[in-house]
T-cell receptor
Framework: DAGVTQSPTHLIKTRGQQVTLRCSPKSGHDTVSWYQQALGQGPQFIFQYYEEEERQRGNFPDRFSGHQFPNYSSELNVNALLLGDSALYLC???????????FGSGTRLTVV | RKEVEQDPGPFNVPEGATVAFNCTYSNSASQSFFWYRQDCRKEPKLLMSVYSSGNEDGRFTAQLNRASQYISLLIRDSKLSDSATYLCVVNIYGQNFVFGPGTRLSVLP
């Protein structure tokens, strides 16, 4: 049973560029959440997708956008990259939140 | 005040020691609680859920005090492999999971 898969695992981008990160949820999970984790900090909530709609959003600018597809997979897009966007981006999937999230191994984004 | 706060750490303990982590949360409407473990440069992994009556899983014991909005994790007979960052997580059903900043544990030989 495949867990949550994310791609790519590592990425280097230049300031001002755009990036798309991808996530396939664990089999049977229908909700995908995206988190940003800077070095030495806890994960910070970006947004959550359910039934192809953004259900909740954290305190992130509009440069961060996303999408969920009918097969529950999801994309995170970041426009006009800043140096401060360098972080580990984690995708988490769930079916019922009371059972906790399952995380993918993350995409490490470096903006230079 | 941050939504979830944890002991700042790091905790450096010898093998076999008992170590306790503390976590407080600000939103009294929080309904579910978890401890996650995160190894260096890896993703967080669910360690255990925290139930109102307290729960135990081998060497790990989690406690919840709703009145004080406080969660704890106790690790007994710590092993070298327990070295990691421990993240406290709270959730209001239907909303996102809120993570604490984490407490790093190093178990020394």
């Amino acid at each position: 049973d495949a867990g949550v898969t994310q791609s790519p695992t590592h990425l280097i981008k230049t300031r001002g560029q755009q990036v798309t990160l991808r996530c396939s949820p664990k089999s049977g999970h229908d909700t995908v959440s995206w988190y940003q984790q800077a070095l030495g900090q806890g994960p910070q909530f970006i947004f959550q997708y359910y039934e192809e709609e953004e259900r909740q959003r954290g305190n992130f600018p509009d440069r961060f956008s996303g999408h969920q597809f009918p097969n529950y997979s999801s994309e995170l897009n970041v426009n006009a990259l800043l140096l401060g966007d360098s972080a580990l981006y984690l995708c988490a999937s769930s079916l019922e939140q009371l059972n906790g999230y399952t995380f993918g191994s993350g995409t490490r984004l470096t903006v230079v | 005040r941050k939504e979830v706060e944890q002991d700042p750490g790091p905790f450096n303990v010898p093998e076999g020691a008992t170590v306790a982590f503390n976590c407080t949360y600000s939103n009294s409407a929080s309904q579910s609680f978890f401890w996650y473990r995160q190894d260096c440069r890896k993703e967080p992994k669910l360690l255990m859920s925290v139930y109102s009556s307290g729960n135990e899983d081998g060497r790990f014991t989690a406690q919840l005090n709703r009145a004080s909005q406080y969660i704890s994790l106790l690790i007994r007979d710590s092993k070298l492999s327990d070295s990691a960052t421990y993240l406290c997580v709270v959730n209001i059903y239907g909303q996102n999971f809120v993570f604490g900043p984490g407490t790093r544990l190093s178990v020394l030989p």
